[in-house]
């Protein structure tokens, strides 16, 4: 089966709907990647999410919806949770906060824990569809379980690693212009904890919030993207180099990127983290499919360079 590549226009948002209600999983666009969308409250449906992913059964997904009102009848959202969806929302963050009861979200998608991850996306494909269809998607990176993140509509079918023949569908919205997966706030203890960096820089909430308490990768995590090795290209990552080594296909960040013969293969020539983080796993794609190691040049860990190197670091870890 060859998976059908749908236009962002009505039609073809009405399809992707009806796909959903009939419990597929579409590839849908948002502001940070592409999604892998099924209807949150139908398990089968996000089975089948599992399935296609490969993904591993304990790491949990993320709800969209097209607002807080949707948001606060599946989730609790008071204090610090409030005033960060009020803020950020629509938008490129996604809070753990705790589950409602009468929710009616599949225990899969939760990984039967008792928070749930919420996200309002600001992509106007993701909130058509959202729309038509009428009720919450889980929806993680449509990619299979640890590789590289899709920013296109190619990238969710790419022959070498992608979906095609495994989901019903791929809406094509275009790029994604945020380019990595949203950022995650939960609480423990009490306590704001920043558990996946991503589009929206920790320092932004922690001008609004105050200080957020470090997150760390666990066994078993309670949000995505927490499992050591994720986002990974085939071939092992070299980080914070100076230059390539004999053999090393080199990923440059910066005006010097042209002096150790990157080419094509920068980041960004004028080391902007936006353009960086858009790139991010285009680039990786890119180099992995020379068949060489890679070598990433070093990149400044603040702000969005903070979850750029948060996804190379788990893209390098032993595997």
């Known amino acids: 089966m060859t998976t059908p590549t749908l236009p962002a226009d009505a039609p073809g948002i009405d399809r992707a709907a009806r796909l959903l209600a009939a419990g597929e999983v579409v590839a849908i666009p948002t502001e940070t990647v592409y999604g892998l969308a099924g209807a949150a409250r139908d398990p089968q449906a996000v089975a089948r999410i599992y399935a296609a992913k490969g993904r591993p059964a304990f790491n949990p997904l993320i709800v969209h919806v097209d607002g807080i009102g949707e948001a606060e009848r599946i989730g609790v959202l008071d204090g610090d949770a409030r005033r960060l969806a009020q803020a950020f929302w629509p ?60 920013t296109t509509a190619a990238h969710v079918l790419d022959a070498s690693g992608g979906l095609n023949g495994r989901i019903a569908a791929v809406v094509d919205g275009g790029a994604c212009p945020v380019g990595l997966e949203s950022t995650i706030v939960g609480w423990r203890g009490g306590r704001a904890t920043l558990l996946r960096p991503g589009g929206v820089p920790a320092e932004a909430i922690e001008a609004l919030i105050g200080p957020l308490a470090p997150g760390h990768d666990l066994d078993a995590p309670d949000a995505p993207g927490q499992l050591s090795s994720h986002y990974a290209p085939d071939a092992p990552l070299r980080l914070d180099a100076a230059g390539p080594r004999e053999g090393e ?71």
Do not use: C
């Open 249 to 319: 296909t080199f990923v440059g960040f910066g005006p010097a990127s042209d002096e150790t013969g990157a080419g094509a293969l920068t980041l960004s020539p004028t080391a902007d983290p936006v353009e960086a983080a858009a790139r991010l796993f285009d680039v990786l794609r890119q180099a992995d499919r020379l068949g060489r190691p890679i070598a990433v040049a070093p990149i400044p860990d603040a702000g969005l360079g903070a979850a750029i190197n948060d996804r190379l670091r788990r893209a390098a870890a032993p595997r």
């Open 91 to 150: 938008g490129a963050l996604t809070l753990v906060v705790p589950l409602r009861a009468d929710a009616g979200i599949a225990s899969l998608v939760t990984a039967g824990l008792a928070t749930v991850g919420l996200r309002v996306p600001a992509h106007p494909v993701a909130q058509a569809v959202l729309r038509a269809l009428g009720q919450p998607l889980a929806a993680p990176s449509a990619n299979p379980s640890g590789r590289i993140s899709p």
